[in-house]
């Protein structure tokens, strides 16, 4: 073999210039255990995957898919066409194909109305439209295949009621608004969109007695781009169109996402038990409005109730105060068709040479309007250029080491249901398999680069951000804008696909786009404004961002499956989990700190997943793990009075045994790597002992994540079951570290709190253990 070929990591084949003897010997024991893999392959043609890749996305096709999606209505549960369509470009990239159906309870929209009423005289002041303006030159504005505005899953109704302004709508503004003796019971809340996921809003109004809620998106959320700092509106400028409304579902993320009707389990088959979906849907009606339709309605509490400054928004004409008014009233009314109906995911998938590492990338396709250009059409766009580029391969005879599987999402939109749901069906399966999951969602709505993941991938991600370069002018790398702009790898909240991954399987998992920041245009989120028209003259003109995308998650997904190590650096996992324990602790009331500890039950081994299932010899090749299940009793020395300070130091010191033990780990699959990658030079006994230590060595790495999910589930909401992240209770998008804690802490339950130190400290020293071993 030429050293060329040695020094391409992607080339790595044992060559058969041994002597033949030896061959058979090292070939019959090592192909006992590694079925697939082809030992005697040489491959003559060198070609270079890489440069394969970014040549095809040379070509750039995304404007092409963004049209075709963005040219019909795709609303969750509707337009077979658009599967169909999907399914035919995957099978004409060389994918394998699979229709992938669920059974799941949703609403379309049917009918609506708002007025403002006079209490005195009976008269409707104002009637809002409810419509969006139509936009002469953008066609996605027209015709009457529209969506109407509603909100997925509002509860049907018909209300009149004073009403409240409440700010954002968060756990704080209501808390705020009952210390201040505004009562929203009884009342019509308006909000304004922001800060938290829209689906809460709606949960803490009705657990605070609002008898509906209307939610408006506010220039003042739309960073300085606004009609009072002289920026025109879409479609002759950046700013938000005023009659632009964002739909979208009001289902309680946080809570759990999936089918309401089956929390937990897949919605499939015929006998699927349904329960009541109220534990994941409200109970009152809501309606989504524009700023302009909350104008003469915000108006009205103008000079009544209170007026806190944080609560002001920009809008023009009026003060921003929190009512009520009891000279007028809303009539809310929503009226949606509630039903069990098929939605649709589409898998396309290239078998590797490993069929038990596989790497899932997942885009939904279902969006609120029409258009959807950013949300999700972005994604699928991209989705489809990295199965076009990834083909250019398979065309050229590549095998790909690791299983890479395309997933087309349907329902993410109304609760993340298509994801949710196949997630719950093939949990097993996932579990045992699953290397990576690479998330795409609105891969484009702005210009600045997000990255939120799992800390394991942090470092090749990173990497692979070296070899893109960025679009604009002196910027250089991918890296080098995003360490300018953001230079933090943030954790995963929710609101995507990842979401049953990471949160209810333990699957590492990386959510990544171009999202507004400084400058950019006002991205109309769920709105017919978020159309091709907007995204090819605002947006992203050329689509020059989706081509960045595309060759960031192809060459992503190259190295994730051709890195013959697992590509993971567990170090930064554990360094980020000390960090996260440390906030914590500096959160924990003094008070508490001296609390002697009771002691605690014994650990049962079924609450760890990891640990339940390797014991059920659900992971194949257990024991050589060095998966020990011996039981952890937890005694917290009878002898003396352990205190909780005595707990957190033992939990700190265990942190930091474990970060010693990932950074071991780290420089040992370094070293097998680089030991692989001159594998052609090695004497025989040591090729046997490489790959056998590699092998060991991605079992460890794959099953690393799962180490971190408890069975049982959070507190009050036992979907959620990673016990190092999850979706915010009462935020949604945004992310929870420690959940258990510091839920725990914030309710000032010092009982939990221990409980979950126990928990996290036994997951830490059964994992250091695992490693070690
Ligand atoms: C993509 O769109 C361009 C511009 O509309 C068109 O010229 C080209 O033929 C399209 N290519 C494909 C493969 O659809
Ligand atoms: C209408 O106004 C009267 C007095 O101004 C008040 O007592 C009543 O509660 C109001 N009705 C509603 C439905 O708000
Ligand atoms: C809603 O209720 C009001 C009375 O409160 C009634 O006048 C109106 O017709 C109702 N609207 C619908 C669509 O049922
Ligand atoms: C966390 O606290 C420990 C003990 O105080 C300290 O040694 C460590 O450096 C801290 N780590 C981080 C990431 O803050
Ligand atoms: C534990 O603390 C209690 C009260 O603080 C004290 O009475 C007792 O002697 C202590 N026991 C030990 C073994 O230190
Ligand atoms: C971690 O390693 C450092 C340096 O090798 C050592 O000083 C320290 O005691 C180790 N920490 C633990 C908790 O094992």
Redesign the pocket.
């Known amino acids: 073999m030429s050293s060329e070929k040695s020094k391409n990591p992607f080339k790595k084949g044992p060559s058969n210039k041994s002597p033949i003897l030896w061959t058979i010997a090292f070939f019959a024991l090592v192909g006992y255990y590694f079925p697939f893999q082809s030992f005697f392959t040489t491959t003559e043609d060198t070609i270079d995957p890489k440069s394969v890749i970014l040549q095809a996305l040379e070509t750039n096709l995304a404007g092409n898919w963004s049209q075709k999606y963005t040219s019909e209505p795709h609303l969750a549960g509707t337009n077979y066409g658009l599967v169909e369509w999907t399914e035919q470009k995957f099978k004409e990239y060389g994918l394998k194909t699979t229709i992938d159906t669920y059974d799941i309870y949703v609403s379309y929209p049917e009918d609506h109305d708002l007025k403002l009423i006079s209490n005195k005289t009976g008269d409707v002041i104002y009637q809002a439209p409810l419509k969006e303006d139509i936009i002469d030159e953008d066609s996605t504005t027209k015709g009457d295949d529209l969506i109407p505005t509603f909100l997925g899953y509002a509860a049907n109704g018909n209300v009149t009621a004073q009403y409240v302004y409440a700010n954002y709508g968060t756990k704080e503004d209501f808390d705020y608004l009952k210390e201040q003796e505004v009562d929203v019971k009884g009342k019509i809340v308006v909000v304004r969109y922001g800060k938290i996921f829209r689906g809460l809003k709606v949960k803490f109004a009705q657990e605070h007695g609002a008898v509906g809620v209307l939610i408006y998106s506010d220039p003042g959320d739309d960073y300085g781009i606004t009609p009072a700092n002289g920026y025109k509106q879409y479609p002759h400028g950046p700013a938000r169109q005023e009659s632009s409304v964002q739909r979208g579902s009001v289902q309680f993320l946080s809570q759990i996402p999936g089918d309401p009707t089956t929390p937990g389990y897949p919605s499939k088959g015929d006998n699927v038990e349904r329960k009541d979906p109220h534990g994941s849907i409200g109970k009152i009606p809501a309606l989504p409005i524009s700023y302009r339709e909350v104008k003469p309605i915000l108006k009205k509490l103008n000079g009544h109730g209170k007026q806190p400054k944080h609560f002001a928004g920009e809008l023009e004409g009026f003060e921003y105060f929190t009512g009520p008014n009891k000279n007028y009233n809303l009539n809310l009314y929503n009226q949606q068709k509630f039903n069990i109906t098929p939605l649709w995911n589409v898998y396309g998938e290239i078998t590797g040479e490993k069929k038990d590492e596989v790497i899932i990338i997942g885009n939904h396709r279902d969006s609120w309007i029409k258009g959807g250009a950013s949300d999700p059409n972005s994604g699928s766009a991209a989705l489809l250029e990295v199965a076009r580029a990834l083909n250019e391969l398979s065309k050229q005879n590549f095998k790909f080491k690791r299983t890479i599987v395309f997933h087309s999402y349907d329902g993410e939109e109304y609760g993340l249901l298509g994801s949710t749901e196949q997630g719950e069906y093939y949990a097993d399966k996932y579990q045992r398999d699953v290397v990576a999951y690479l998330n795409l969602d609105d891969a484009v709505s702005g210009k600045h680069f997000k990255l939120n993941a799992s800390p394991t991938l942090n470092h090749v991600l990173l990497e692979i951000a070296k070899q893109i370069d960025f679009p604009e002018k002196d910027v250089g790398s991918l890296y080098d804008h995003w360490l300018k702009t953001s230079g933090k790898v943030g954790s995963l909240g929710s609101g995507s696909d990842y979401t049953v991954y990471l949160d209810h399987l333990g699957i590492p998992s990386v959510d990544f786009g171009f999202v507004g920041g400084k400058g950019d245009p006002v991205y109309h989120y769920h709105s017919n404004y978020d159309s091709y028209h907007w995204i090819s003259k605002f947006g992203d003109k050329d689509f020059v961002y989706h081509n960045v995308i595309a060759k960031f998650l192809a060459l992503l997904t190259l190295e994730l499956s051709e890195h013959e190590v697992i590509n993971f650096k567990l170090h930064d996992f554990s360094k980020e989990l000390e960090g996260y324990f440390n906030d914590t602790v500096s959160r924990v009331p003094k008070s508490w700190l001296h609390k002697t500890i009771t002691d605690q039950e014994e650990e049962n081994w079924d609450d760890y997943e990891f640990a339940n299932k390797v014991s059920n010899g659900q992971y194949p090749g257990d024991k050589p793990m060095g998966m020990k299940c011996h039981m952890m009793k937890t005694i917290h020395n009878q002898k003396h009075n352990y205190t909780l300070a005595d707990l957190l130091k033992d939990a700190s ?1 265990d942190l ?2 474990f970060k ?1 033990v990932t950074r071991s780990i780290d420089s040992t699959g370094v070293e097998l790597q680089s030991l692989y990658d001159d594998y052609d030079n090695l004497p025989i006994w040591k090729r046997i002992a490489v790959v056998f230590r590699i092998r060991r060595l991605n079992k460890v790495l794959k099953y690393f994540e799962r180490s971190w999910i408890y069975r049982k589930g959070l507190d009050n909401r036992f979907w959620f079951r990673h016990i190092v992240y999850a979706s915010g209770r009462y935020t949604g998008y945004a992310g929870q570290t420690l959940p258990g804690l510091n839920e725990a802490i914030e309710d000032g339950s010092f009982d939990r709190f221990v409980k979950w130190v126990n928990v996290l400290s036994r997951s830490v020293k059964r994992t250091s253990s695992q490693l070690n071993a």
């Open positions: 010191h930091g045994h010693n």
